[in-house]
């Protein structure tokens, strides 16, 4: 079953509104949760990395006063984007590294589709 | 730079049709290659880890192999329901994961 879940996983808005989108690791504390972006027929983008109780990394051009990163607790983070703009239409996907069983990986919740109008 | 590519990036078989997906590369202190599964509008889904050269992993139709330079996944007479883009990652002694652009497999009945 899903390890990592995501909500909500579809969301349209107006433009200049913000939208949060939340992560949460099911069954397992995630030391570190990354947020990817990617868009139709691309690979994953990283966006940032956070470790719980502490600010994300964020990779080099991307805003963070624009995608704001809270690692609240081992199983949760939340991505907020503010103001949102057309551009920034696009599928965001969380991932939880952690421990399941014995494999330690990254694993991924389903993704939020954004669209911003 | 830590680097990942694959090839093909789109692979069309029949039913039927075994074939290989290739991931190469290029890293400083590889800790595990990862192999995972998306499908349209999803998340990926983790199929296999391999830690070292020489190890294989397999399940149901798929095979997942381990050189130094590069890792394969082979997919043994393939159904339409194995179609997905599969992604391929490394992890480096940075810890992040470098994952690779994908191969889109599409398996016709």
């Known amino acids: 079953g899903a390890v990592v879940s995501q909500h909500p996983s579809r969301v349209i808005c107006k433009s200049g509104t913000s939208v949060k989108i939340e992560c949460r690791s099911l069954?397992?504390?995630?030391?570190?949760m990354f947020w990817y972006r990617q868009f139709p027929k691309q690979s994953l983008m990283l966006m940032a990395t956070?470790?719980?109780?502490?600010?994300?990394?964020?990779e080099q051009g991307v805003e963070k006063d624009k995608f704001l990163i809270n690692h609240a607790s081992l199983t949760l983070s939340t991505l907020t984007v503010t103001s949102a703009h057309p551009e920034d239409s696009s599928f965001y996907i969380c991932?939880?590294?952690?421990?399941?069983?014995?494999?330690?990986?990254?694993?991924f919740g389903p993704g939020t589709r954004l669209t911003v109008l | 730079e830590d680097q990942v590519t694959q090839s093909p990036e789109a692979l069309r078989l029949q039913e039927g049709e075994s074939s290989s997906l290739n991931c190469s590369y290029t890293v400083s202190g590889l800790r595990g290659l990862f192999w995972y599964r998306q499908d349209p509008g999803k998340g990926p889904e983790f199929l296999f880890t391999l830690y070292s050269a020489g190890e294989e992993k397999e399940k149901e139709r798929l095979k997942a192999t381990l050189t130094k330079k590069e890792s394969f996944l082979h997919i043994t007479a393939p159904k339409p329901e194995d179609s997905a883009t599969y992604l391929c990652a490394v992890q480096a002694s940075g810890q992040n994961f470098v994952f690779g652009p994908g191969t889109r497999l599409s398996v016709l009945p």
């Open positions: 956070s470790n719980e109780g502490s600010k994300a990394t964020y």
């Open positions: 069954d397992f504390q995630a030391t570190t």
């Open positions: 991932s939880a590294r952690g421990t399941v069983g014995v494999v330690d990986t990254q694993y």
